[in-house]
Each structure stands twice: as C-alpha cells, then as structure tokens.
C-alpha cells in the first residue's frame, strides 16, 4: 500500500505545478449539462464549452484546503479558481485539437512522467519500471474498501490528466521553437560589438525635482491609447474606503486591568470575594467561570505558552504564578500546574468502524460486531505482532492503512482523540490493545517510544481588553457623523474629509468582484462590499456605511467609478502609469531644450550635470548601471565623432557621440550559440503563449449576471 500512502500522505500533491506555465488544475468532469439561457448552474463558457457551478465550487475548495495547510487566508480566492478551471479548459481543447485522447491507456502510459510520481523514487523498482499494476491494485482495492478515499483519487486523477495534457501541449507546440542561421549570426554579431562612447544623461528625477510637470487625465488617456493592447480592462469599480475599527479606549484597558488584579488577589463576584485565582482549590473551574479563554489541560512546550513566562518556567515550583502581564490585547495571570517530559510515540493502528459512526461510511456491521471482530483480531497481533500487516485491508482508515498503520510520532500534543493519546501514554513499547473512541474500534500496537522535551501545565486566567459599549457607541457616532459629511459630496471631498480628521483612508481603484479581498481592507466584510459596488442600481457617489460582524468595525465606502470591460479608464490606472507619462513629458521638454545645443559640454552645463563616458554593447545594453536599448541602438547608429539626435531613455535623456566601435570575438562555435538561444526562447515561450491563448479565446464569464440575480448566498 505504500504507492497510495504517497499520495494520500501529502495532500499538496494535489495540486500540481505544470512545466513552463506553472498551473494547477483540478476539474469534475461530470457537471450538469443545461443548454438553455444563463443557467445558474453554468458560470461561463471557455469556446463554447462550460464551466459549471459544480467545476467552481470543487476548484474553490482545493485552493481554500491548500491555503489553510499552509497558514494563508482561506477567502479571496475566487479569481484564482476562475483563472485555472479557465487554463485547464484551454489545455485540454488544445490538446484535443492536437488529436490526442485522454484515453485509459494514455493514462497509465504517461502517469510515470507526473510530476507527483516522476521524482519519487518509491514509485519505481530496482530497474527503473514504474509499479503501474502495483497502484492499480492499490486503487482497487480502495474501491472496494473506502469510497470516500476512492472519491478523493478520481478527484487527483483528473488534477494528473490535466498536467498530463499540459505537458504533451507545451511538449508539441515548444517543438517549433528553432532559431535559424542567420538570426543566430545576427545576434552573435550583436553580442561581439562594442562601441565606446562618451553621453550626458538628463536624470528625469533629478530633473521633476526642479520643474514640476502636472499629468492630466487626458495626459493619461493619450497614453492609453498609444498603447491599446496594454490597457485592455475588466469590469471593475473604483472604491473609495474609510475604515473606523472598533479598538479599545485607556478606559477599556484600564478597566480590564482592574478586572484582573480583582480575580487574581481579592475575589471573584460568584464567591462573595472569598476566591480568588491564587487560593483556589480548582483551577479548571475557576478559569472557566472567570476567564475569557478556556482552561487547556494539555501540556505544552514553552514556545506554545505565552512569551512573558517562557524563560521563567524552568526553574517555577508546581503553583507558581505569574503576572498580571500583558499580551497583545490581553491581560494574563499564569499558575504552572504540573511539569513532566514529554514521550514520542511511534505506533499503527486498524480501524475497525461500524455503521453510523464518523468513519463507517459504507460500513453496514453493528457496533456489538465492530467490538468482537476487533476483539478477535487484537488477540492474533497481541500473540503475534507479526501478522498486524495482514488485517490492514479490514481497516476503515485508508491513509494509514496505505503506509502499513502507521500513524507516525506522535506526542500527547498530537490532536487524537483522548482515549487513543490515553493508551498511548500508559502503556509501553511493544504493547498491543484494543480502544473504543467516536470512530470504532482501534486495535493500536506501539512500536517505539523515546523521552522528549519538558512540557508544563498551565493554567491561563485571561481578560481581553475589549471596546466597551461607550466605546463602540462613539465609533458608531463618528462613521454616522462621516456619512451625512460626505453625502452627495464629489470624491475629492470625502478624501480630504477623512484625511483631515486622520481616519484611515484606502482607495481601490481598480477592484474586481470576484477579488474576495480589498486592498487596504482586508475583512470578512469585503465580499459584501464587493458585492454593493457591482450591484446594477449603484451609481458613481454613492455612499453606505457598513458594520464588520463581530469586531463593530465601522466601513464607509463611496463608489468613485464604474469600470466596464473594454479600455482601462485612465484614472484608474494612474498609480501604474503616472511616472512614465511624467518622465515622457519631462523627455518632451528636455529634447526641446538640447535641440539648440553644439555639443555635449554644453548640453552638461545646460542641466547642471557632468560628461560621462561607456562601452555599449546591443544584446546587453547597460549604460551607467540602467538597462538602455535606444541608447545602445543610437551608438551603432550614429556615425563617428558626430552628436547624436537626443535619445528618450527609460531613467532619462541621453546625448551621445561615438568615439570608437570594436568587435570583441567571444568563445563558443555558432552551434553551440543557436542551442542556448533556442533554449532561452523556449524557457520563456510557455506561459507566454498560454496568455496569447486565453488573450484570443472566447471567453464568456456569466458570474456577475447569476451572482447579481441569486445573490452571494447562492454561490
């Protein structure tokens, strides 16, 4: 079983990173086919094919279950799953148009070549033959065992078919990349050319610094329509954002310092003031009744205790306490209960599950049965650990059953339920039972135990320092208060508003409805937001005050512009554009000013600057530390000794005079040449050619229309 245990031991294989494009893809195939109008079972359409609700909600979840493993936030993922099933959709019409099938057999033909199997040396034997028959039976045998972890291999199959095209497609299509004899003697030609020049650079910056140059919006829009193909738009919204978050006054800190030095030296209110955290003769329950966090009766290692206490525990008595101190937004008192080391434990285990409990999916035995089967089975490994192995096809945990039982090292730290952290920690190496918990019947074997680290018992008595209702009511006055200020007020008027009482101010420019997310935001409120600025009624001022659940944070949001598909509106832009149309127009008056000077002494003393000089070369175009094609292509261009036109650079303006050009004969035979270069393009042709794809697909996204029609609680 250990073929299977690989895939199920690593959950993060799921989700695939394909050669040169670097996608993931995971897909059901099995959607529901409905033709007729924007059925809000069907998202959108990738050249006539759909993309089902079905598709969405399956691809939303894997990247949400990849995002929790690895501690990133779970929402705003929704583009990202679009983006993908829309990748995989393209891959596999290509692949199809190639005139290959994703038959049975290519399957199995091609699953060696899978990344999630290609570098993982179990998978092969001693000759290098990849055990196909050996993880078929595996898969099989799953069937028959457990369909809910067969369930999960169709899902990571079709995520494997999907790489498995992406592959043969880049494979076919990178094979046309090949550089000809007479671009590779260009370029080598290119490559060996020096030219020695002296220049005199007019810093854009040095000069804004000196003369202030405005951009306008038609400044802007001038830009964008001199480059079309960089400014093709999606439908989105300019959002204007004033964020009031509900945080605690001096009085609430105050307050609940006070709440704490009460509970922890003179008394609690439910004992009439006769028990406090130090005499009490139950910790658990008196953290209970008076703590804002729960009692913990696990122990743990000092980097999972609170930092203040950590260097003081080893050398604490039982009883101890510490504090009050304060952590973040928390006001602590600690009372060390009990210290002991902490043992590792390396054990397996057969899952023996019976009808109705959370592992018996399927399962159709009783209880009474569960017990005596497991009973029976715990008897023959306990004589004979030896033949644990042979019982593992009846267990009903299918991820261990797949790696031998094995559950690995765990500690009394390790999230098993209580019975089985029980067994382990009270009996020895060696020892073989039978244990009942929520799931069944396990029969549990331990294999090895080593002594770990110190872990202490703590007991934590916790205050939040938390708004209080006058704090929040002021809150609540002050974004009320903004709301009637702002009402029916331009866009420049609820700026200037926020930033001159210092209310923390963002501004989204170009936010999407499927962000999740809003830059400078960052709430569970934000989808909703999304959702009020793309509804249909919404009009370019309007206002809304919101209120994040939970926090009492305060939102007033103000919709500054609506985005449709087509051409990026040019304020929105402004932040990404701004400096270059800036550095453009400086160049515009800088060249005009050069144009009546003789040389470049001249041109130096002009703009307060200095005479340079440089070797240039065209394939690598350096020049004073800045990357400048134009100006390494005016050196080959200009002849010798004579001043050169000036040269809009991209950090500034450049007057040049050739004084020399050389060639300087590099190693390496123009064979040699054409590979790396051919090498080079393919590298980078990948994910270029896939954006070129989806550029010129048609491409047919219906969410807005089905999320604006059933509302988000339909998604």
Same mark, same amino acid.
Request: glycine share 8%; proline share 4%.
């Given at each position: 079983m250990a073929i299977l245990g690989q895939i199920r031991s690593r959950p993060w294989l799921l989700m695939g *990173?394909?050669? !040169?494009?670097? !996608?993931?893809?995971?897909?059901?195939?099995?959607?529901?086919? +409905?033709?007729?109008?924007?059925?809000?079972? *069907?998202?959108?359409? *990738?050249?006539?094919?759909?993309?089902?609700?079905?598709?969405?909600?399956? &691809?939303?979840?894997?990247? &949400?279950?990849?995002?929790? @493993?690895?501690g990133q936030p779970k929402n705003g993922l929704e583009e990202q799953a679009w983006q993908l099933l829309v990748q995989s959709k393209l891959i596999k019409q290509q692949f199809e148009k190639m005139g290959f099938e994703m038959t049975d057999d290519y399957f199995w033909n091609q699953i060696q070549y899978d990344q999630m199997f290609a570098q993982q040396k179990q998978f092969f034997d001693e000759k290098g033959n990849f055990k196909t028959q050996e993880l078929k039976k595996q898969i099989e045998d799953m069937k028959a065992a457990s369909p809910e972890g067969y369930n999960q291999w169709l899902k990571t199959r079709k995520s494997i078919e999907y790489r498995l095209m992406a592959r043969q497609v880049f494979a076919n299509v990178s094979t046309g990349i090949t550089t000809g004899k007479k671009e590779a003697e260009e370029l080598m030609r290119e490559r060996d050319q020096l030219a020695d020049i002296d220049f005199v650079k007019v810093d854009y910056a040095a000069y804004l610094q000196k003369n202030n140059i405005k951009v306008t919006t038609e400044d802007l829009a001038n830009y964008i329509k001199q480059h079309p193909i960089m400014f093709k738009a999606e439908e989105s919204r300019n959002i204007g954002i004033v964020y009031f978050p509900s945080q605690p006054s001096p009085a609430d800190d105050a307050a609940a310092q006070k709440e704490i030095n009460k509970l922890f030296s003179v008394g609690s209110d439910a004992s009439g003031g006769s028990e406090n955290f130090q005499n009490t003769k139950n910790d658990s329950m008196f953290i209970m009744a008076n703590s804002d966090m729960p009692f913990n009766p696990q122990y743990l290692k000092p980097n999972q205790l609170p930092q203040t206490i950590q260097a003081q525990l080893?050398?604490?008595?039982?009883? @101890?306490?510490?504090?009050?101190? /304060?952590?973040?937004? =928390?006001?602590?008192?600690?009372?060390?209960?009990?210290? +002991?080391?902490?043992?590792?434990?390396? $054990?397996?285990?057969? !899952?023996?599950a019976f009808k109705g409990s959370p592992a018996g999916e399927g399962v159709t035995r009783s209880k009474e049965q569960a017990k005596k089967l497991a009973d029976s089975i715990g008897a023959i490994v306990k004589a004979n650990p030896g033949k644990f192995t042979e019982f593992l096809k009846l267990s009903n945990d299918p991820n261990s059953a797949a790696q031998g039982g094995s559950l690995g090292w765990t500690t009394p730290e390790t999230p098993f339920v209580p019975e089985f952290l029980k067994y382990l920690s009270e009996n020895p190496k060696g020892a073989t039972g039978v244990v009942e918990t929520q799931f069944g019947y396990h029969i549990i074997n331990i294999e090895d135990k080593k002594p770990g680290a110190m872990a202490y018992k703590v007991a934590n008595l916790v205050k939040a320092v938390k708004p209080s209702d006058a704090t929040e009511a002021e809150i609540n006055k002050k974004a009320s208060r903004f709301v009637q200020q702002v009402q029916g007020k331009s866009f420049n008027d609820f700026v200037n508003i926020a930033k001159k009482a210092n209310y923390q101010f963002s501004n989204p420019k170009q936010a999407k409805r499927f962000d999740g997310q809003l830059q400078g935001l960052g709430t569970d409120k934000d989808p909703e937001i999304l959702a009020w600025a793309f509804d249909k009624k919404r009009e370019k001022g309007d206002t809304e005050l919101f209120t994040v659940d939970g926090t009492g944070d305060k939102i007033v949001v103000y919709l500054n512009g609506k985005q449709e598909k087509g051409t990026a509106d040019p304020e929105s832009v402004r932040d990404q554009i701004e400096v270059v149309v800036k550095n453009k127009l400086a160049a515009k008056q800088i060249s005009e000013k050069i144009a009546k000077a003789g040389n470049l002494d001249q041109i130096a003393k002009q703009f307060g600057t200095t005479k340079q000089s440089a070797q240039v070369n065209l394939l690598n175009p350096s020049v004073a530390g800045s990357m400048e094609p134009k100006v390494a292509g005016a050196a =080959?261009?200009? /002849? +010798?000794? @004579?001043? $050169?036109?000036?040269?809009?650079?991209?950090?500034?303006?450049?007057?040049?005079? +050739? /004084?020399n050009e050389i060639t300087n004969k590099q190693p390496g035979d123009l064979k040699q040449f054409t590979e790396s270069v051919t090498q080079r393009n393919g590298g980078m042709f990948g994910q270029a050619w896939l954006k070129s794809l989806q550029d010129n697909s048609d491409i047919e996204d219906y969410r807005i229309e089905i999320w604006n029609k059933l509302g988000s609680q339909q998604q």
């Open positions: *990173v394909i050669a !040169l494009a670097l !996608l993931a893809f995971l897909v059901n195939p099995d959607s529901i086919d +409905k033709v007729f109008g924007k059925n809000p079972d *069907v998202l959108g359409k *990738v050249n006539g094919e759909k993309i089902t609700r079905e598709e969405f909600n399956d &691809q939303l979840f894997v990247l &949400q279950q990849q995002a929790e @493993q690895q080893p050398t604490a008595a039982i009883g @101890q306490t510490f504090g009050p101190y /304060k952590e973040q937004n =928390f006001y602590v008192v600690s009372k060390l209960l009990d210290k +002991k080391t902490s043992d590792s434990t390396l $054990s397996r285990h057969i !899952l023996i =080959f261009g200009v /002849k +010798k000794g @004579q001043l $050169s036109k000036p040269v809009e650079g991209g950090t500034g303006v450049y007057v040049l005079v +050739k /004084k």
